[in-house]
């Protein structure tokens, strides 16, 4: 489903179900640890004792049942299986809740919720906090000595000097060319041990890509190196400035986890707490969650990856709403964070960046650390690094570039042609669309290089009409990420 055709869709399709009515409370910490709930009432929170890196690193956060060589044997299968799916742990809850489910990426995803318009979606996000279901994109793990050195030859970060425990964007590249097959969370969870999440819509693509290059490396009986995909997991994204404090509520405080030294880029481990249906007992996860500061809205937040192979991510989701209540937390769905997304600068895949784009046409240059572009040895190095090398200086430099714009009459949308003031084609729009925040229409596209600096005054056609559409800065919409506490004024 394209964009404008997701957005609607959110403006026509009819709610499944009434969302029910919540009561804000508190949780409590609680008496126990994952193997044991409580029916008790819950008490008041005592802070815990934060936990270091090592520490965090030394609890794997997930099953490594499937690393055995038993259950390695019939991987193919399992990722054949694996690409049907069309649905996501929370389908229920999304259908309960009056989501209007809508196909995106293969699966069944909620567009909006019955109740809230788009744009008071967004602005709930961006003054309180929402919850996004983001279980629809893969979460795979790289791990073995050889993992770094793969990772680095598929992408063109720096993974085997990260820190454990942090994360960064990236672009799984094809070889020759440096076309993007797919942007990409990184994140090192141990010494030979990276989590790595791709889109959902690109899934089989993806599945090929890595299939192909790591036909030398995957050995059921091998040691060296292991790529899998997590099966049973749900992973939301929690957005908002009030994100926080409702996320430390539900955390088992015997995990002692304190999300105010976590900071954006950064990833904890804890049990999360959840009522068992409405009355049922109080439980931890049985494992740890992952949870990453960043997201995709621009705002503080996190997305957080737990296992749910016995039906927790429904209870999980309803916990958080009911333990934060309708004043600080509602539902959101992709329409909303298309709007929100597009506001913070961040590509969409398949409309901003694809297989014909490069990061440095996509304006993803700064995911390139200075080693790598000396260094090279990776899929498309040799394109890419003569790009980073304006022509002015000898290079080959690039033909166009992504920018932002704001646009004045109509939005424009994809696919609307780009001209100079004097007539001459230059772009095209990747993504368009009303900002909220702003009140103004806001939109991404590419132009003729030369043609990128803030301030640029370009046309864009709408409806047979040329608009006015300034070259902007990106962020559209300041981020506003957590990366340490507020100095004091002096």
């Known amino acids: 489903m394209t964009r404008s055709r997701l957005v609607a869709a959110a403006r026509t399709a009819r709610p499944l179900l009434a969302s029910p009515a919540r009561q804000g409370r508190s949780l409590a910490s609680v008496a ?6 409580s029916t008790a009432a819950p008490a008041p929170r005592t802070a815990g004792a934060v936990a270091s890196p090592a520490q965090l690193h030394n609890t794997r956060f997930y099953s490594s049942s499937s690393s055995s060589s038993s259950s390695r044997a019939n991987w193919k299968e399992k990722l054949a299986a694996f690409s049907k799916q ?10 309960a809740h009056g989501g209007k489910m809508v196909i995106f990426g293969g699966h069944h995803m909620p567009v909006q919720y019955a109740g809230q318009s788009l744009a008071e979606s967004h602005h709930f996000t961006r003054t309180h906090a929402s919850l996004f279901d983001v279980s629809h994109m893969v979460q795979h793990r790289f791990t073995g000595p050889k993992a770094a050195a793969f990772l680095e030859t598929v992408t063109p970060s720096s993974v085997a000097d990260m820190e454990y425990n942090t994360s960064k964007l990236s672009t799984f590249l094809h070889p020759g060319t440096g076309g993007i097959v797919d942007d990409t969370m990184i994140t090192r969870l141990g010494e030979h041990e990276y989590a790595v999440v791709s889109n959902a819509g690109t899934r089989e693509k993806i599945f090929a890509y890595l299939t192909e290059h790591t036909a030398a490396l995957q050995n059921p009986e ?7 995909v997590l099966e049973g997991y749900g992973l939301v994204a929690l ?7 409702i996320l430390q509520e539900v955390l088992d405080p015997a995990d002692g986890l304190d999300l105010s030294t976590l900071y954006f880029g950064n990833t904890g481990f804890a049990r999360l707490r959840y009522q068992d249906g409405p009355g049922g007992q109080w439980k931890s996860t049985p494992e740890k969650a992952m949870i990453s500061r960043g997201g995709y809205t621009g705002e503080d937040g996190f997305e ?12 999980i989701a309803e916990t958080l709403l009911q333990v934060a209540g309708p004043e600080r937390l509602q539902l959101a769905g992709l329409g909303p964070r298309d709007s929100l997304r597009l506001e913070a600068g961040m590509c969409l895949y398949g409309h901003d960046i694809d297989d014909s784009t490069t990061p440095v046409e996509g304006s993803l240059s ?8 000396t260094k090279g040895g990776f899929h498309g190095a040799e394109v890419i690094n003569k790009q980073l090398v304006p022509k002015s200086k000898g290079g080959a430099g690039i033909e166009r570039r992504r920018v932002g714009f704001v646009v004045s009459g109509a939005p424009a949308r994809e696919g609307a042609e780009i001209f100079t003031k004097d007539g001459e084609k230059v772009g095209v729009i990747t993504s368009g669309s009303p900002s909220p925040t702003l ?3 806001i939109a991404m596209g590419y132009v003729k290089e030369g043609l990128h600096k803030s301030g640029t005054e370009l046309d864009v056609v709408v409806r047979g009409k040329k608009r006015g559409a300034v070259v902007s800065k990106m962020p559209l919409v300041p981020s506003k990420y957590f990366k340490g506490p507020t100095p004091a004024p002096a």
């Open 366 to 373: 700064w995911i390139i650390p200075k080693e790598r572009r």
């Open 304 to 315: 957080i990856s737990f296992q749910s192979t016995n039906g927790e991510a429904g209870p």
């Open 32 to 37: 126990g640890l994952s193997s044991r709930s």
């Open 439 to 441: 009140g103004k229409n």
């Open 222 to 228: 091998g040691t060296d190196f292991w790529w899998e």
């Open 86 to 95: 069309d649905k996501t742990p929370l389908y229920d809850f999304h259908v």
């Open 239 to 245: 957005q908002g400035p009030q994100s926080a404090e």
